[in-house]
Protein backbone atom coordinates (compact mmCIF):
# COMPACT_ATOMS: atom_id res chain seq x y z
CA UNK A 1 0.00 0.00 0.00
CA UNK A 2 1.09 3.81 -0.65
CA UNK A 3 1.31 4.01 3.57
CA UNK A 4 2.10 7.92 3.47
CA UNK A 5 3.66 7.78 -0.27
CA UNK A 6 1.58 10.39 -3.33
CA UNK A 7 -1.55 8.39 -3.96
CA UNK A 8 -0.49 9.64 -7.83
CA UNK A 9 2.80 9.03 -7.85
CA UNK A 10 2.74 5.54 -6.24
CA UNK A 11 -0.41 5.02 -8.71
CA UNK A 12 1.98 5.96 -11.71
CA UNK A 13 4.61 3.19 -10.21
CA UNK A 14 2.18 0.33 -9.84
CA UNK A 15 0.35 0.96 -13.16
CA UNK A 16 3.97 1.64 -14.89
CA UNK A 17 5.12 -2.28 -13.48
CA UNK A 18 1.58 -3.66 -13.91
CA UNK A 19 2.01 -2.53 -18.13
CA UNK A 20 5.51 -3.47 -18.49
CA UNK A 21 5.86 -4.58 -22.28
CA UNK A 22 2.32 -3.47 -23.43
CA UNK A 23 2.04 -1.45 -26.69
CA UNK A 24 -0.48 0.12 -27.75
CA UNK A 25 -2.96 -0.75 -30.62
CA UNK A 26 -3.62 2.25 -32.82
CA UNK A 27 -0.12 3.53 -32.09
CA UNK A 28 3.30 1.50 -31.49
CA UNK A 29 3.94 2.85 -28.21
CA UNK A 30 4.49 2.01 -24.29
CA UNK A 31 0.66 1.12 -23.00
CA UNK A 32 1.55 3.48 -20.04
CA UNK A 33 1.51 6.72 -22.08
CA UNK A 34 -1.99 6.06 -22.25
CA UNK A 35 -2.97 6.12 -18.47
CA UNK A 36 -0.51 8.93 -17.85
CA UNK A 37 -2.21 10.97 -20.63
CA UNK A 38 -5.93 9.82 -18.74
CA UNK A 39 -4.00 10.88 -15.60
CA UNK A 40 -3.00 14.51 -16.58
CA UNK A 41 -6.02 15.63 -17.96
CA UNK A 42 -8.01 14.86 -14.80
CA UNK A 43 -5.42 16.41 -12.78
CA UNK A 44 -4.85 19.58 -15.53
CA UNK A 45 -8.87 20.14 -14.88
CA UNK A 46 -8.93 20.30 -11.35
CA UNK A 47 -10.14 16.80 -10.20
CA UNK A 48 -8.75 15.37 -6.33
CA UNK A 49 -5.93 12.85 -6.49
CA UNK A 50 -8.08 9.71 -6.07
CA UNK A 51 -9.70 10.54 -9.40
CA UNK A 52 -6.22 10.92 -10.59
CA UNK A 53 -4.59 7.75 -9.24
CA UNK A 54 -7.87 6.27 -10.43
CA UNK A 55 -7.58 7.66 -13.94
CA UNK A 56 -3.91 6.16 -14.05
CA UNK A 57 -4.92 2.50 -13.37
CA UNK A 58 -8.15 3.00 -15.27
CA UNK A 59 -6.64 0.05 -17.21
CA UNK A 60 -4.29 -2.10 -15.03
CA UNK A 61 -6.82 -4.44 -13.90
CA UNK A 62 -8.89 -4.98 -17.68
CA UNK A 63 -5.38 -5.52 -18.96
CA UNK A 64 -3.11 -6.73 -16.75
CA UNK A 65 -3.23 -9.88 -13.90
CA UNK A 66 -4.52 -7.51 -11.39
CA UNK A 67 -7.61 -7.93 -9.81
CA UNK A 68 -9.96 -5.27 -8.06
CA UNK A 69 -9.11 -6.79 -4.25
CA UNK A 70 -5.50 -6.04 -5.68
CA UNK A 71 -5.95 -2.43 -6.01
CA UNK A 72 -8.22 -1.95 -3.15
CA UNK A 73 -5.55 -3.43 -1.14
CA UNK A 74 -3.17 -0.60 -2.05
CA UNK A 75 -5.00 2.32 -2.28
CA UNK A 76 -8.42 1.84 -0.86
CA UNK A 77 -12.12 1.60 -2.02
CA UNK A 78 -12.85 4.43 -3.39
CA UNK A 79 -9.84 4.15 -6.47
CA UNK A 80 -11.03 0.86 -6.92
CA UNK A 81 -14.51 1.39 -7.24
CA UNK A 82 -13.88 3.98 -9.88
CA UNK A 83 -11.18 1.55 -11.51
CA UNK A 84 -14.27 -0.67 -11.46
CA UNK A 85 -16.63 1.77 -13.08
CA UNK A 86 -14.13 2.60 -16.01
CA UNK A 87 -13.28 -1.17 -16.32
CA UNK A 88 -15.07 -3.76 -18.77
CA UNK A 89 -16.42 -6.31 -16.19
CA UNK A 90 -15.80 -9.58 -18.61
CA UNK A 91 -13.41 -9.70 -21.71
CA UNK A 92 -14.50 -12.61 -22.98
CA UNK A 93 -17.52 -11.30 -24.06
CA UNK A 94 -18.15 -10.10 -27.58
CA UNK A 95 -17.02 -6.62 -28.35
CA UNK A 96 -20.38 -5.26 -28.79
CA UNK A 97 -21.88 -7.22 -25.21
CA UNK A 98 -18.98 -5.20 -23.78
CA UNK A 99 -19.51 -2.35 -25.37
CA UNK A 100 -23.30 -1.84 -24.32
CA UNK A 101 -22.15 -2.66 -20.90
CA UNK A 102 -20.03 0.15 -20.40
CA UNK A 103 -22.51 2.74 -21.96
CA UNK A 104 -25.56 1.80 -19.63
CA UNK A 105 -23.17 0.94 -16.51
CA UNK A 106 -21.39 4.66 -17.39
CA UNK A 107 -25.33 6.75 -17.11
CA UNK A 108 -25.73 6.33 -13.36
CA UNK A 109 -21.78 6.21 -12.42
CA UNK A 110 -20.91 8.98 -9.95
CA UNK A 111 -19.07 12.02 -11.56
CA UNK A 112 -15.73 11.24 -10.61
CA UNK A 113 -16.36 7.98 -12.85
CA UNK A 114 -17.77 9.88 -15.34
CA UNK A 115 -14.84 11.86 -15.71
CA UNK A 116 -12.21 8.74 -15.95
CA UNK A 117 -14.29 7.43 -18.47
CA UNK A 118 -14.46 10.42 -20.87
CA UNK A 119 -10.92 10.85 -20.21
CA UNK A 120 -9.72 7.25 -21.51
CA UNK A 121 -11.66 8.03 -24.46
CA UNK A 122 -10.57 11.35 -25.08
CA UNK A 123 -7.06 10.13 -25.00
CA UNK A 124 -8.14 6.96 -27.54
CA UNK A 125 -10.01 9.32 -29.69
CA UNK A 126 -7.09 11.89 -29.85
CA UNK A 127 -4.55 8.90 -30.42
CA UNK A 128 -6.83 7.84 -33.12
CA UNK A 129 -6.90 11.52 -34.42
CA UNK A 130 -2.58 11.64 -34.60
CA UNK A 131 -2.98 8.32 -36.45
CA UNK A 132 -5.55 9.43 -39.34
CA UNK A 133 -3.53 12.51 -39.43
CA UNK A 134 -0.20 10.27 -39.84
CA UNK A 135 -1.20 6.94 -41.57
CA UNK A 136 -4.40 7.53 -43.11
CA UNK A 137 -7.64 6.81 -42.52
CA UNK A 138 -7.78 3.09 -43.80
CA UNK A 139 -4.95 1.97 -41.77
CA UNK A 140 -5.82 4.07 -38.44
CA UNK A 141 -9.57 2.52 -38.51
CA UNK A 142 -8.28 -0.61 -39.22
CA UNK A 143 -6.53 -1.52 -36.56
CA UNK A 144 -9.37 -1.37 -34.59
CA UNK A 145 -11.83 -4.04 -33.61
CA UNK A 146 -14.59 -3.18 -35.38
CA UNK A 147 -15.01 -0.27 -38.41
CA UNK A 148 -15.72 3.81 -37.79
CA UNK A 149 -19.54 2.93 -37.72
CA UNK A 150 -19.63 0.88 -34.78
CA UNK A 151 -16.50 3.28 -33.31
CA UNK A 152 -19.13 6.54 -33.98
CA UNK A 153 -22.06 4.31 -32.03
CA UNK A 154 -19.99 3.47 -28.98
CA UNK A 155 -17.78 6.58 -28.48
CA UNK A 156 -21.01 8.81 -29.39
CA UNK A 157 -23.22 6.85 -26.38
CA UNK A 158 -20.72 6.57 -24.01
CA UNK A 159 -20.26 10.45 -23.83
CA UNK A 160 -24.15 10.63 -24.04
CA UNK A 161 -24.05 8.35 -20.94
CA UNK A 162 -20.89 10.65 -19.33
CA UNK A 163 -23.22 13.43 -19.45
CA UNK A 164 -26.85 11.84 -18.13
CA UNK A 165 -27.29 13.82 -15.16
CA UNK A 166 -24.41 15.71 -14.92
CA UNK A 167 -23.18 19.60 -15.98
CA UNK A 168 -22.26 18.75 -20.05
CA UNK A 169 -20.08 21.88 -19.83
CA UNK A 170 -17.60 20.68 -17.73
CA UNK A 171 -14.95 21.09 -19.55
CA UNK A 172 -13.64 17.37 -19.65
CA UNK A 173 -17.10 17.00 -21.39
CA UNK A 174 -17.00 19.59 -23.52
CA UNK A 175 -13.46 18.17 -24.99
CA UNK A 176 -14.94 14.69 -25.44
CA UNK A 177 -17.74 16.75 -27.43
CA UNK A 178 -15.22 18.38 -29.91
CA UNK A 179 -13.39 15.01 -30.29
CA UNK A 180 -16.32 13.24 -31.24
CA UNK A 181 -17.76 15.84 -33.33
CA UNK A 182 -14.10 16.25 -35.51
CA UNK A 183 -14.18 12.38 -36.21
CA UNK A 184 -17.46 11.34 -35.84
CA UNK A 185 -19.49 14.67 -37.32
CA UNK A 186 -21.36 14.66 -34.34
CA UNK A 187 -23.67 17.23 -33.35
Sequence with gaps: MYRGKDKIEYAIYYATRAHKNQRRKVEDIDMIFHPFTVGMILQRNGCDEEIVAAGILHDVV???????????????????????????????????????????????????????????KISNLEDLSDCIELYGEEKAWGVLKRGKELQKWYYTSVYESCINGVDRNHPIFKRYKKIIESLFDYK
Excluded at 77 to 104: C, F, G, M, Q
Design 62 to 120: EDTKYTFDDIEKEFGSNIRNYVYDASEPDKTLEWEDRKKHTIEHTKDAPLGSKLIIACD
